[in-house]
């Protein structure tokens, strides 16, 4: 089936413009989240969605970013007035279930709560 | 000081060599561990998970968490070019909705 899925790829603006990413996650997949990977870092929490609601939005890094999934499906992460610190990729991810504890399985297949993440958008603001 | 702390490398090794991957952390409230795969412009792939302390074997792969030292590590043997990626470290305190990164290691495996 098909996985999460991100668009566009690829994005160039310039700053201070204002910028909209799409998020498509996998079918029936109750929790969204939207991480920033920075060039050479690992990726950064910024939101999360439980369904349409958003439960924790402490990563947002300042009021110029906002995320919405109106309907609890898609997802679309706006930035405002773009800034060149601005500049990386925008991961996201989902996953079928909400919360509980992981299992303690072993398998490489894990947690019930896995995060399955899309390819990004590349976000470069000149 | 971040929370997890991972050596960025890169790290080049030959065709069938031992691999060895590490993170360290600061808050020992940390339960759950993984390792994830992110090849070139994709997304990362979840790889090896393990909850509290031990080791966990897939494969090629070996998973080991000593929290004692705040310290886990892991092992790719025999390792392929295709193994070539980076390799992110991430630990969790409770349901997998709170996951912490290491900034990846990229591994080369030259043939």
């Known amino acids: 089936g098909a996985g999460v899925s991100q668009s566009p790829r690829y994005k160039v603006a310039k700053r201070g413009q204002d910028v909209a990413l799409r998020c498509d996650p996998i079918s029936g997949h109750v929790s969204l989240f939207w991480y920033q990977q920075a060039l050479g870092q690992g990726p950064e929490f910024l939101t999360y969605f439980q369904n349409e609601a958003q439960l924790d939005k402490s990563g947002l890094p300042s009021d110029r970013f906002f995320a919405e999934r109106p309907e609890g499906s898609v997802s679309t992460l706006k930035i405002q007035r773009t800034q060149q610190e601005d500049s990386a990729v925008y991961l996201c991810?989902?996953?079928?279930?909400?919360?509980?504890?992981?299992?303690?399985?072993?398998?490489?297949?894990?947690?019930?709560?896995?995060?399955?993440f899309g390819p990004g958008t590349r976000l470069t603001v000149l | 000081q971040k929370e997890v702390e991972q050596d960025p490398g890169p790290l080049s090794v030959p065709e069938g060599a031992i691999v060895s991957l590490n993170c360290t952390y600061s808050?020992?409230?940390?339960?759950?561990f993984m390792w994830y795969r992110q090849y070139s412009r994709k997304g990362p792939e979840l790889l090896m998970y393990?909850?509290?302390?031990g080791n966990k074997e897939d494969g090629r792969f070996t998973a080991q968490v000593d929290k004692s030292s705040k310290y886990i590590s892991l092992f790719i043997r025999d390792s392929q070019p295709s193994d070539s990626a980076t390799y992110l470290c991430?630990?969790?305190?409770?349901?997998?909705?709170?996951?912490?990164f290491g900034a990846g290691t990229r591994l080369t495996v030259k043939p």
């Open positions: 991430a630990m969790s305190y409770y349901n997998n909705n709170d996951m912490r």
């Open positions: 991810a989902s996953s079928l279930v909400t919360s509980g504890g992981l299992q303690t399985s072993g398998r490489v297949r894990g947690p019930h709560n896995e995060q399955f």
């Open positions: 393990t909850y509290s302390s």
């Open positions: 808050n020992s409230a940390f339960q759950y």
